[in-house]
């Protein structure tokens, strides 16, 4: 069963956990439990790719002073450089976390 496991993880690019390698195994036919292949795989050294967490970009409290809203939710200006908004968002991709802002 080993064996099997080892070439399934490398056939799926180093990817599968063991959960998602015990349904593979038992659409291919082989009957094992999610136990066994979770064991098997930690003894191999073989890991699944896990996922980031999201960043935790605010942190709400009561107490916490607040920006003024200075447009007043208006957000229409009646000449150029008379009304600047921002904005900033975070971006997950395979290199890491990408922060992107908007003026």
């Not at 399934?8 to 990817?15: F, G, I, P, Q, S």
């Not at 659409?27 to 999201?54: F, P």
């Not at 960043?55 to 007043?72: G, I, M, N, Q, S």
């Not at 150029?80 to 290199?95: E, G, K, M, S």
């Amino acid at each position: 069963m080993t064996a099997a496991i080892t070439t399934m993880y490398e056939e799926n690019y180093h990817v599968y956990g063991a959960r998602k390698m015990w349904k593979e195994l038992g659409r291919a036919g082989h009957q094992v439990a999610r136990c066994t292949v979770e064991r098997l795989m930690r003894a191999e050294g073989l890991k699944g790719v896990q996922r980031a967490k999201s960043p935790r970009t605010t942190r709400p409290r009561a107490e916490t002073e607040r920006p003024a809203d200075l447009v007043e939710r208006k957000f229409v200006a009646e000449r150029p450089n008379q009304l600047w908004v921002a904005d900033i968002t975070y971006i997950r991709t395979y290199a890491g976390w990408v922060y992107a802002a908007f003026i």
